[in-house]
């Protein structure tokens, strides 16, 4: 069987960690499968992985966003319909579902799923079985469902917007994909992996970032995630003719963000009657530990990112109780 771990970029520990659960449950029996992850993490690329590593690779892989088709038209989409079942139904038309027989199926975006396919969506679950629009008896299958949303589920499910059954049925095995700006300096090694990508596409020959780059891009808190990562080198591959990645590459926005410190400062605390000194303490702790993240725990990585050098930086960390003199 194909190795296809090399899909998901990353050297972090929750990136190693998500690699072994997608082979476990890859090889697994199950027939749900529910991914978490904000917008851009990478949830249609983990769904794949999930097949292309099962037994089922063979088989369809049918991808359908459940915010892109219509209400009106999801049903059939989904099950099929007979001739004459509906106004325009001029023949009888085969489901996703039942293409995918043997398969998977993966079902972005489920939470913006009408709440009434929800419910037969439940049935097919529990029956692997299903009826097409205006048909009479059902037709069996066997599919593996591969849903994803960047919601939480279980607020949805709360607010009525969500079927707790469903929820409780799909999250029978649930995998969550971390956040870029908890990722570390997979920044990093994504960037190179991109680079590479695309200098084999131009036909370019950038080498990397200079120095200053390198910095904004860890300081980043890349709220579009991989995509948005992805999507930024590549407008520089099209634009830009340096060889390295320049400061003056990036959009505004980005510098700003950055330079600013907006990147790197939280709300102010609730508990602010705590006094001055404790949260200002507080606060540096949490920088230190972002930046420790960050840099995977590598002292100097840190360091570099607060402007510190690395016995100053022992001397704070000391000072706020993280190590002993």
Not at 147 to 157: G, I
Request: a positive charge; proline letters at 3%; glycine letters at 6%.
């Amino acid at each position: 069987m194909a190795d296809y771990k090399h899909e998901l970029v990353g050297d972090h520990a929750s990136i190693l960690s998500l690699r072994r659960l997608i082979d476990r449950v890859a090889a697994s029996p199950a027939r749900t499968v529910l991914i978490y992850g904000e917008t851009g993490t990478g949830k249609g690329l983990v769904a794949r992985m999930i097949h292309r590593a099962s037994a089922r690779a063979a088989r369809e892989f049918m991808d359908i966003n459940c915010a892109a088709i219509p209400t009106s038209l999801m049903e059939s989409e989904l099950f099929g319909h007979e001739k004459g079942a509906f106004t325009g139904a001029v023949d009888r038309k085969v489901g996703l579902v039942e293409a995918a027989n043997q398969g998977s199926i993966f079902l972005d975006e489920i939470r913006e799923m009408d709440l009434t396919l929800q419910a037969k969506l439940l049935s097919l679950l529990d029956t692997q079985q299903f009826r097409r629009v205006g048909a009479v008896k059902a037709t069996s299958v066997d599919v593996r469902f591969i849903a994803a949303t960047n919601k939480v589920l279980l607020s949805e499910v709360a607010a009525g917007k969500f079927r707790e059954d469903l929820y409780y049925r799909l999250q029978v095995v649930a995998l969550n994909i971390p956040a870029l700006r908890e990722r570390g300096s997979d920044v990093l090694t994504l960037v190179r992996h991109f680079i590479g990508r695309y200098n084999a596409l131009y036909h370019r020959n950038i080498k990397g970032l200079d120095p200053e780059a390198e910095r904004i891009f860890l300081a980043y808190p890349w709220p579009g995630n991989v995509r948005e990562l992805e999507n930024l080198l590549e407008r520089i591959f099209i634009l830009e003719d340096d060889d390295v990645i320049l400061p003056q590459h990036l959009p505004d926005r980005i510098l700003r963000t950055v330079r600013s410190g907006l990147a790197a400062v939280p709300p102010a605390p609730a508990h602010i009657d705590s006094g001055f000194h404790v949260l200002t303490e507080a606060y540096q702790r949490r920088l230190i530990e972002t930046a420790l993240e960050r840099a995977q725990g590598n002292a100097q990585g840190a360091a570099d990112m607060l402007k510190l050098s690395r016995h100053a930086l022992r001397h704070q960390m000391i000072k706020l109780g993280f190590a002993r003199s």
